[in-house]
């Protein structure tokens, strides 16, 4: 059967491809999988059909032969898992591209989004200046040590892994500020990841598919959301 992944049909990064359900994307068409796309307009996330898919009402949602899933890490785990190419076949290669896994969403991740919420989201809240300092160092002092592990490496431990993935997912959230690009080693990193093939078909997909509309009162330079 064919999986399915549900998405939204407008994206608050203009087609950035940093809404979560690009991470699913990317893994399928990495592993040479073909996927249909369920598409919600705005709001829709949040009703009881989606929910039923999502607890959360979050996007996005996986379904293939009666599994559902949540969260893009889970979901990427499993593809991984169930198809060739994102993960070596050496058993102990498998689990550190998994270790990486979680290292890009559970340590690199909320730091990253934590300046997304300061710098974005939440820019006109009172406190969202005075907290900026604190958010900038604890930013630089991951991309420190990710930067010192990458070091002239092309990926992260040997080939291009699901850790990998997920990690150019989550780094791409600072493409374009230059806090990224003060890192000359992961700014190519993330480019190597946005060259892959794969990951050229699925943002080519994912911008066909947004045909619908912000929703009223969504302000024009909104670049990303949680999702």
Known sequence: MTATITAYDWAPDEGRGLVRDMRVRWAL???GQRYDVRLLSWGEQKGSAHRARNPFGQVPAYEDDGLVLFE???IVLHIAD???GL?????AARARAIGWMFAALNTV??????????????RDQDWSKARLPGVLTRLHERLDELSA??????WLDGPFSAGDLLMVAVLR??????????YPNLAAYIARGEARPAFVRALKALRA?????????WPSSAKTART
């Not at 991740?109 to 939440?122: F, G, S, T």
Request: net charge negative; no cysteine; charged share 25%.
């Open 173 to 182: 959230n600072l493409s374009g500020s230059g806090i990224v690009e003060a």
């Open 109 to 122: 991740e909320p730091v990253v989004w934590d300046l997304v919420m300061v710098k974005v989201i939440e």
């Open 209 to 217: 598919d947004l045909t619908g509309k912000a929703p009223a009162g």
């Open 29 to 31: 068409e990495e592993v």
């Open 149 to 154: 592990r990458l070091g002239d490496a092309e």
């Open 82 to 84: 169930n198809h060739p």
């Open 87 to 91: 993960f070596a076949e050496d058993p």
């Open 72 to 74: 893009s890490g889970a």
